[in-house]
């Protein structure tokens, strides 16, 4: 009888746990000109597609210099990859600089610092579903880069489709 008691207790504790382990949702957005008000939300209808991605579609271009004072090294030039980015389906999708890699002649090369220098530079943020963003990123590579790709290496796994425009 009391191993009976003792299951019963155990498994209500546990369920406990597990449903405060549940995240919250985010409050109702509140209006920047008056913090007290608060702006009614619409809700977005379900999405449709199974498939859960990231669409990478971006162009390439190399130049020589960024800014007044990134100039490449000797035999070197700067790729800079301007991409837009579109989280489908997925509930947050980080931008970090630093998980975009380029890979060429079996080389994976980071991102130049010089990135933080160029007008439209990708953001660093969380993109939540159904979001897009814009930006730029320029990597440091030999002069006679023939092809080249780009590898996300961020901390989660996620099904990434590249698309070059």
Do not use: H
């Not at 449903?19 to 109702?28: D, F, K, N, R």
């Not at 913090?35 to 939300?41: E, L, N, Y």
């Not at 979001?131 to 030999?142: H, I, R, Y």
């Amino acid at each position: 009888m009391k191993l009976k008691i003792i299951g019963i207790i155990a498994i209500v504790l546990v369920s406990v746990i597990a449903l405060g382990c549940v995240e919250s949702q985010p409050s109702a957005p509140t209006s920047i000109e008056n913090p007290k008000s608060t702006v009614a939300s619409t809700p977005k209808p379900t999405q449709t597609q199974s498939q859960k991605s990231i669409i990478i579609s971006y162009s390439a271009k190399k130049v020589d210099s960024i800014g007044q004072f990134g100039e490449a090294k000797s035999d070197k030039v700067f790729l800079v990859i301007t991409m837009n980015i579109e989280n489908r389906g997925y509930k947050e999708f980080n931008t970090n600089p630093f998980f975009f890699k380029i890979i060429a002649n079996n080389v994976k090369y980071d991102i130049a610092t010089e990135s933080y220098n160029l007008d439209d530079k990708l953001d660093t943020v969380d993109l939540l579903d159904a979001g897009t963003l814009k930006g730029s990123l320029a990597f440091e590579v030999p002069s006679n880069i023939g092809s080249y790709q780009i590898q996300y290496d961020g901390w989660s796994d996620y099904e990434i489709i590249y698309k070059a425009i």
